[in-house]
């Protein structure tokens, strides 16, 4: 194989992971504009959409669009509990210890997930076929084809949602302006918990995806949290089209870095670029640099 | 530090040098070791969380970095103990230094991603570099600490040390709060802005209290490294860092006594209720959720808080606290 031809395999493989990142940089961004928090559970929820996805389909056997639908329900449904549960109950009110709460509840995730799942990795089948389709020499899983579709879609879905709706606009005003948003009279508290559901739902979708790529188990959750983190720090944190480009970025990085250097320290380097950048450009590719207000 | 940290203190060190007597199980011993260690962690950690309101989750991390440097040095080059115990903590000093920089600048919740993900990177080259730290099997035939030809060869000797020292890091810390870096720190925490328009250089403090906090952490793993004799990296996972911190949360930020109480007791608890280890997550995560949501300062605060109510309510009446007092 020539080296153009590799160089051009890693870049696809790479975007089909990076993908899945972006997607769930967008779940962390979502919660951060609504709450300014970081929400540790995101890389919970991705976990989670895997294992709900392996329940349903290869446990219970439902459809694949009967057990898609499901998931999204249930890993939505688990977000919405943590904002209605835990964060809402809180009693400071401070970012840090709301974030230490989401780290609390992913633990929490983990822990239960390994007593109802168990310690083996699982997978799914992949959504059609298994027979690799040849694009410009470079040999393209059908599932890697699924995974940027649907990534797609969803990014498209969230961006009428945002502009063409009266909910995804009143979303962006909380995150423009949390106390402007309530004076006029949005429901703040609502869109808060639109936002953990939309994550976890995000989450789920992303889970589900990557599932038959990289298999799952019960503690992935925290090295996919921590690169989802990385690509929205990447893009700009906060920045959805900043998520997406992040997120893709990433991805091409880490798939390029594990073929071409050495893939043992391929989960190293989504640390690499974080640091980096948080030393470089804190606001990222496309993020804009905040004033902090005294 | 006033009077009553001084007798606190006495008291504290008698009961402890005390146990020995009462309690000859080895196996209790070492429990009782790894809690003095896990103070010492705890303690480091709760300045950094309750002095410079920043969360590390990556001190388990600095506790492997500080194990492993001892054990690769005293092994394989065959340095001293101690002089190994003294560079590795300048070297996880540098390394806390290297992360801090970037991320202290920024808002809290950067250095948790942060060090978190340095925690990560840690465990994966633990792991990956087996050549040097023996891989996921671990690393064995770490010496004994000694002093001339007094070595530390039971858990019975080794007790006084790591208390020694982990009564040592408390008093030094409680010095530390007390001083003028203590008071400095203690406005830091309170209203950033504030600690800056009255001169103090709140970055250069927070990335100070950071590798300190970091050092005390090496210091405790190099220890464990010399007493245990054996190290692998699941001792030094993410989960520890969890770990440390539900126990300075626990405590309560910015108790520096809560701290060790919330390591004892911690430590302690799996043992008395024998909790099966596949529920240890789990319950940690339940534990750190709970004291989060109902007693943000911290479990011990919180329970000496209600006693303490109670006691002026019977006094002369409680008054409401003035809104500046509640913060924001």
Known sequence: MTLWLQFFQFLLSGLTTGSTYALIAIGFSLIHNATGIVNFAQGEFVMLGGMFMVTFLSLLRLPMPLAFFLTVLSVAAIGLLLERGPIRRARSKEILILVMITVGASIFIKGLSMLLWGKNPMTLPPFSGEAPIVFLGAAVMPQSIWTFAITVFVVAGLNYFFKGTVTGKAMRAVAASRRSALLTGIPVDRMILLSFTLSGALGAVAGMILTPITTTSYDVGVMLGLKGFSAAILGGYGSMPGAVVGGLLLGILESLSAGLISSEYKDALAFLVLLTVLFFKPSGILGRGRLRRV | ?328
């Open chain 2, 1 to 328: 530090m006033g009077k009553k940290n001084k007798i606190s203190l006495l008291i504290y060190a008698l009961i402890i040098f005390t146990i020995p007597a009462i309690l000859q199980n080895n196996y209790h011993l070492m429990v009782l070791n790894v809690a003095a260690l896990n103070i010492v962690v705890v303690i480091g950690l709760n300045l950094l969380m309750g002095y410079a309101g920043q969360i590390s989750l990556g001190h388990a991390a600095f506790y492997g970095l500080g194990a492993y440097l001892s054990a690769i040095f005293t092994t394989t080059y065959s340095f001293p103990p101690w002089t190994t115990l003294v560079m590795a903590m300048v070297i996880t000093g540098l390394v806390a230094y290297a992360i801090g920089i970037p991320t202290l600048k920024l808002e809290g919740h950067y250095l948790v991603m942060a060090t978190l993900g340095f925690n990560v990177i840690i465990y994966i080259v633990m792991i990956q570099l087996d050549e040097v730290t023996g891989g996921p099997s671990g690393f064995a035939g770490i010496p004994r600490l000694r002093i001339a030809a007094f070595a530390f060869d039971s858990d019975l000797k080794i007790f006084y040390l790591l208390w020694t020292v982990s009564i040592g890091v408390l008093i030094l810390s409680l010095n530390l709060i007390h001083s003028r870096v203590g008071r400095a720190m203690a406005a830091l925490s309170h209203n950033e802005i504030a600690a800056r328009c009255s001169g103090i250089d709140t970055e250069t403090y927070k990335v100070k209290i950071f590798v300190i906090s970091a050092v005390l952490a090496s210091l405790a793993g190099s220890l464990y490294a010399h007493y245990i004799t054996f190290i692998s990296p699941g001792t030094f996972s993410f989960f520890y860092s969890i770990q440390v911190v539900t126990m300075v949360l626990v405590g309560g930020m910015g108790s520096l006594w809560g701290s060790a109480f919330g390591a004892i007791l911690l430590t302690l608890l799996p043992e008395v209720l024998h909790a099966v280890k596949e529920y240890n997550v789990l319950i940690y995560g339940l534990i750190l959720m709970i004291v989060l949501i109902f007693f943000p300062q911290g479990l011990f605060p919180g329970i000496m808080g209600i006693f303490a109510k109670r006691k002026i309510d019977g006094q002369s009446g409680s008054r409401e606290p003035l809104a500046w007092e509640k913060g924001t």
